[in-house]
């Protein structure tokens, strides 16, 4: 996502099916800089879980993993959505889709600006959300 939308194009002259270039070879011709020492990147040491099966997993995490928003400052909300239902569907907490959307209709302020605006939107955007997690969690099992 760093370079979108404007992502970096490269257009090919010529191609030769099936040869195979080393980086050396690359660098001979001067197409390969030279490689730059990786950045430094900053990693906070997670607080380890001791919140036991059952226990609802932290929306507030969820809001501080989520991405910046695109339409709003601050944090993806639509995506924390998700993060809470996926890791509360996980085999560890154990909570079935029933009780997620009950929760999240409870702590999400996306379903909540949603309900305001009527015809029960809140309650169809949370039930989406949630049915989305169920799919990626059966998927990554």
Request: charged fraction near 35%.
């Amino acid at each position: 996502m760093k370079y979108a939308p404007n992502y970096p194009m490269v257009r090919l002259r010529t191609v030769a099916p099936g040869r195979i270039v080393t980086a050396d070879e690359l660098r001979a011709l001067d197409l390969l800089p030279e490689a730059s020492p990786p950045a430094e990147v900053e990693r906070r040491p997670r607080a380890p879980d001791r919140s036991g099966p059952r226990a609802w997993p932290s929306y507030d995490r969820c809001l501080e993993e989520a991405g910046p928003a695109r339409s709003h400052r601050g944090q993806d909300r639509s995506q924390a959505d998700f993060l809470f239902a996926l890791y509360a569907l996980s085999r560890k907490r154990g909570f079935d889709e029933a009780e997620i959307v009950a929760e999240l209709l409870a702590r999400s302020e996306k379903a909540a600006q949603r309900e305001q605006e009527g015809e029960g939107g809140g309650r169809a955007y949370v039930e989406m959300t949630v049915r989305a997690a169920a799919r990626v969690a059966r998927r990554n099992r």
